[in-house]
Structure formats: structure tokens, C-alpha cells
């Protein structure tokens, strides 16, 4: 196993949660920040950008972009099995 691929997969799931993140931040008003729970998710998607990477096992830059849509690919597959437009609960 090459270890690049491994790593540019998590660094494509971090990207993929900081982009989340920030999106977070800026669409809703007063959203506080905890920084252990920012560090949890971070690596939290890192760790699905690896595991995503690693099923595919390519080289180093496309193990980056499906560790970037790794998140994405598994909060589908979820939605499509429960018959769910969202992860999150509508009011």
C-alpha cells in the first residue's frame, strides 16, 4: 500500500469537512465554534477521504478528489437506503 494515497485521501476529506464547515458558518446566524468538535469532524473526514481513497486506489491526486467526495458518495448511498431527501431532520 502506498502511503501517499492514504494521505492525499485524508487531506481531500479534510478539505471536504472544511469546506462544510465554512459553509455551516456563514449560512446560519450566531453559530458558536467548539473547537474539540471542529478538530472530531475534521478528522472524522479524514478518515472517510481515506477509507474512500483507499477502496479506489489510484494514484496521489485522484486519491485528493475522491477523498474530497468520499463524504459526499456515503451521505447519498445513506439518503437513498433510508428514502430521505436529508440527513438532518426537517421541523
Known sequence: MNWT?????FCGGVIRGLV???KHQ???????FKL???FVMMFL????GMVAAFAFNQN???SLIV???GGDVIENIYKTIKK???LYPTK
Not at 494515497?5 to 485521501?9: K, N, W
Not at 473526514?45 to 472517510?48: D, E, F, K, N, T
Open 20 to 22: 462544510g464547515f465554512i
Open 45 to 48: 473526514s479524514g478518515i472517510v
Open 26 to 32: 456563514f449560512s446560519y446566524k450566531d453559530v458558536g
Open 36 to 38: 474539540p468538535y471542529f
Open 67 to 69: 477523498g474530497y467526495a
Open 60 to 62: 496521489a491526486s485522484f
Open 5 to 9: 494515497i492514504l494521505i492525499a485521501g
Open 84 to 86: 430521505k431527501p436529508s
